[in-house]
């Protein structure tokens, strides 16, 4: 009876190939998703994506110096900038300020659907609501 031998030389092009096709398919699963784009830091050291960084640009800019966004004639560009407020929640302060007319305080954010208190302390260094009359 004679022993057969396996090449060791077979043995390493295998596990080659097999990490090679595991490495492929797991790159493509993590590779899926929204748009992928290049990160860049930011001033206070985080990472954002292009478009996130761009957008809160756009509102820093739009707000001015002071940095805060009034209810009452802000964009949804300049609410997408605040923190903790996303798409629907942006459109719903839209929706609410256009049935209901003008913001008279903060607080009134409170009854627009989404926003609980816990937000609102998030919300509240970075609103106001002009003084009228």
């Known amino acids: 009876m004679q022993k ?11 596990a080659a190939a097999v990490l090679f ?3 492929f398919f797991l790159g493509r699963a993590t590779l899926r998703g929204p748009v992928l784009e290049t990160q860049r830091t930011a001033s206070d050291g985080a990472v954002q994506s292009g478009w ?3 957008i809160k640009e756009k509102a820093a800019s739009a707000a001015g110096a002071s ?17 903790g407020v996303g798409e629907k929640t942006a459109e719903r302060i839209l929706a609410y300020r256009d049935t209901y007319g ?13 926003i609980g208190e816990g937000l609102l302390e998030k919300l509240r260094p970075y609103v106001y609501v002009e003084e009228t009359g």
């Open 21 to 23: 096709v595991c490495a």
């Open 52 to 54: 996130i960084s761009r």
């Open 102 to 114: 003008k913001f008279v305080t903060v607080e009134q954010l409170l009854d627009v659907e989404g």
């Open 4 to 14: 057969k031998c396996v090449s060791p030389a077979l043995v390493l092009w295998s």
């Open 67 to 83: 940095g805060r966004v009034c209810l009452n004639t802000a964009a949804a560009d300049e609410l997408l900038a605040l923190p």
